[in-house]
């Protein structure tokens, strides 16, 4: 069996303030060793249901959060940014059996965490065909434009809602609650726990995942001047002084659009 594991660490238990998400501000080394244990109990669970491959994305920031010395021998990973459409999902194809998910947060123009954002922080609000667009949406989007089954999702209350909600029966798990700008958290013992099991049963029985028959992305950003520029890609049209608007019925072209208008 070949697992991917793609890996953010705004979702991950005890994370509540941009500097322990920040390289080099107080809190982060702590928060990256939170992001790692999570991740090596993913694989773990993970090989102890069968994976002989497993390879994980680093997905957060500069993309060298995790430390590989801390994960199980047989555990490739993918550190810094190729600029890849798949983004948060590079290497990503059909050779892979089953999708993990750690660390997923709420969209952009959300409550759900006090880091809530989609790709950038210029980025106020994502929908695709009415859906707010998390970076979980996207990637989840991206494993069924490959035929990859989703096997579990760990992060905050309101992505975990999502992941239910559009997939009913899918394995996810909540290690954490966004009130305002402060967390509510799981000890991160029990989160540790809950991703160990949820694992082993989303790898069990992972779920299916389809593509609508097209896309709608409408993006609003944060300033006026970011669509201005963005609006230049080609198949893109502004749709207001902030917002554009691109649809297509080839996912993989929104993910190219998205690499040089979302990021």
């Given at each position: 069996m070949k697992v991917y594991i793609s890996a953010d660490i705004e979702?991950?238990?005890?994370v509540s303030h941009w500097d322990e998400a920040t390289i080099g501000k107080p809190g982060y080394d702590a928060a990256a060793a939170r992001l790692t244990a999570e991740v090596a109990a993913a694989c773990e669970a993970a090989i102890d249901a069968g994976a002989d491959e497993i390879l994980v994305q680093d997905a957060h920031d500069s993309a060298r959060n995790i430390d590989h010395a801390a994960l199980p021998e047989r555990v490739r990973l993918v550190r810094g940014w190729s600029d890849d459409p798949r983004c948060m999902a590079q290497e990503l194809d059909a050779s892979f059996d089953?999708?993990?998910?750690?660390?997923q947060h709420a969209a952009s123009g959300t409550g759900g965490n006090p880091l809530a954002h989609t790709f950038s922080l210029a980025n106020s609000r994502l929908s695709?065909?009415?859906?707010?667009?998390?970076?979980?949406l996207v990637l989840r989007y991206?494993?069924?434009?490959?035929?990859?089954?989703?096997?579990?999702?760990?992060g905050d209350a309101w992505v975990a809602a999502q992941a239910r909600r559009l997939e009913p029966g899918v394995e996810a798990l909540a290690v954490k609650e966004g009130r305002g700008n402060s967390t509510i958290d799981l000890h991160p013992a029990a989160a540790l726990r809950g991703i160990r099991e949820g694992v082993a049963r989303g790898l069990a029985r992972p779920s299916r995942l389809e593509l609508p028959p097209s896309f709608d992305l409408r993006i609003a950003y944060q300033h006026h001047g970011r669509p201005f520029k963005t609006a230049f890609y080609p198949g893109v049209e502004k749709s207001g002084d902030r917002e554009l608007r691109f649809v297509s019925s080839d996912f993989y072209e929104l993910?190219?659009?998205l690499l040089f208008v979302g990021y």
């Open positions: 979702g991950v238990v005890g089953a999708l993990v998910l750690i660390g695709i065909n009415g859906e707010i667009a998390s970076e979980y991206t494993a069924a434009y490959y035929g990859v089954p989703l096997a579990f999702v760990s993910l190219r659009m």
